[in-house]
């Protein structure tokens, strides 16, 4: 697998790997909803979203990561990143994903997972996986409403914003079952208009 940071675009949604001028943006939707970040482990409620991105562009220059900026209509609405980078078991994990709300229950979310998993695919992937915390209803429902399979919990794997330890709820797809997802999120993003 050699995954490589690319602008991705369909319709009226657009990922485009991080750069320096998306920080202000993304630090101006981030700050105005706190709440945004509640399962997210790090910190954007205290020490702003500044941080982070750093934090991210940091692991992007290191190879290990791909953050994108999440354009819908030429706007700026949130991100979405490919983590933990494994070329040699060709695999990835896509997270560190949030939208404002004005972003959410439509069809930027599920057009950045087709991106997304599409092109891991195409650049070699065998396995994309997904987490969250255990106590996200929302994102678990969203995985599995995409057609991603639930592998479980690991309990105690991860530290919250606030330090205490939280259960991750593990999903993916792999190559096989692909064709099957696609056409799933497809179908979605058609009755979506």
């Not at 954007?44 to 934090?55: E, I, N, T």
């Not at 995985?143 to 919990?153: H, P």
């Amino acid at each position: 697998m050699e995954l490589t940071a690319a602008i991705l675009e369909r319709g009226t949604v657009r990922l485009e790997p991080f750069e320096a001028h998306h920080r202000a943006g993304l630090a101006t939707v981030a700050e105005a909803d706190p709440e945004l970040f509640r399962h997210i482990p790090f910190p954007v409620a205290k020490q702003g979203y500044g941080p982070w991105f750093d934090y991210l562009q940091a692991d992007q220059v290191a190879g290990r990561s791909i953050p994108h900026a999440v354009f819908w209509n030429g706007q700026i609405v949130g991100q979405s990143c490919y983590l933990n980078i494994r070329p040699r078991e060709a695999g990835v994990e896509i997270g560190s994903t949030w939208y404002a709300r004005a972003a959410q229950g439509g069809i930027v979310n599920p057009t950045c997972k087709l991106l997304l998993i599409g092109n891991a695919f195409e650049q070699g992937a065998e396995r994309v996986e997904l987490k969250t915390d255990a106590l996200n209803a929302h994102s678990r429902a969203a995985m599995l409403k995409m057609g991603a399979t639930f592998e479980g919990i690991h309990r105690k794997h991860m530290r919250r914003a606030n330090g205490s330890l939280r259960d991750t709820a593990w999903f993916s797809v792999i190559r096989d079952e692909w064709p099957v997802v696609q056409a799933g999120l497809e179908k979605r993003l058609a009755a979506l208009g």
